[in-house]
């Protein structure tokens, strides 16, 4: 992975490793997971876990809290 990503300057990886979590998370625009899987390479699929993010205001998440 380290020798593909030296080549693909388009990979912006977000690492924990300062907080001793050795991972790497990517934050991209798709518009599915199925999409997503089609962009990891297949041996890494199975270890994989994609994530969709979504923006909330703080009124939003004090409004879910009071349910």
Known sequence: MVSELRFAPH?????GCKDV???MWFIYDFDSKEQV???I?????PWEHIVELNK???EDV???AME
């Open 41 to 45: 390479p297949p041996l890494m699929r």
């Open 21 to 23: 979590v050795h991972k």
């Open 11 to 15: 990979f912006t990886g977000h690492w």
């Open 56 to 58: 909330s205001r703080v």
């Open 62 to 64: 004090a409004q879910y």
């Open 37 to 39: 899987l089609q962009f």
